[in-house]
T-cell receptor
């Protein structure tokens, strides 16, 4: 079967750096997405990786290793507004999005 | 401007009621999606429409009935629901289904409670 694994919850301190991991086993691979979802709000697109390596976008970076079936989202200079759930999703060989259950990130002052 | 809107934002209904959820996208996209989001579970894809034609129905019970009258509007008609159907129902749209980098944009969802 297809599976996306990410930690259920993480806690970090304001101003620090946090890395949220995502591992996947899917039938084929056509890209990996990260979304941010604040409580009671829509998931919003953060990043897309299809080639190995690091993609940097301001305070957020996303890394992909296709051979290891692994990605991470790196958040720097954490702010209280970064408290949210972070969803990892992989597009499989049928171009379907397979979703992880999300990682709830709690930022403490 | 909000790209994808959903109404109502909250809905409480009895098991014998009939109600409809509405989604509208203002992005000029060709594909629209209904998802179910339950606590601590992955998003569950329910229905996919591309150019107003249904292309995916992931074994969803018949008490959920989608309708896509045009590429900007999507409805989810609900009848005789069960308490386990209580969840957040998310609508999304994307430019072109089947492309690797095709990004889905979500509405804020309808929080549904079935009593």
């Amino acid at each position: 079967g297809q599976n996306i694994d990410q930690p259920t919850e993480m806690t970090a301190t304001e101003g620090a750096i946090v890395q949220i991991n995502c591992t996947y086993q899917t039938s084929g691979f056509n890209g990996l997405f990260w979304y941010q979802q604040h409580a009671g709000e829509a998931p919003t697109f953060l990043s897309y990786n299809v080639l190995d390596g690091l993609e940097e976008k301001g305070r957020f970076s996303s890394f992909l290793s296709r051979s290891k079936g692994y990605s991470y989202l790196l958040l720097k200079e954490l702010q209280m507004k970064d408290s949210a759930s972070y969803l990892c999703a992989v597009r499989d060989s049928n171009y379907q999005l397979i979703w992880g259950a999300g990682t709830k990130l709690i930022i403490k002052p | 401007e909000t790209g994808v809107t959903q109404t109502p934002r909250h809905l409480v209904m009895g098991m014998t009621n009939k109600k409809s959820l509405k989604c509208e996208q203002h992005l000029g996209h060709n594909a629209m999606y209904w998802y179910k989001q339950s606590a601590k579970k992955p998003l569950e894809l329910m229905f996919v429409y591309s150019l107003e034609e249904r292309v995916e129905n992931n074994s969803v019970p018949s008490r959920f009935s989608p309708e896509c009258p045009n590429s900007s509007h999507l409805f989810l008609h609900l009848h005789t629901l069960q308490p386990e159907d209580s969840a957040l129902y998310l609508c999304a749209s994307s430019q072109e289904m089947g492309q690797g980098a095709d990004t889905q944009y979500f509405g804020p969802g309808t929080r549904l409670t079935v009593l």
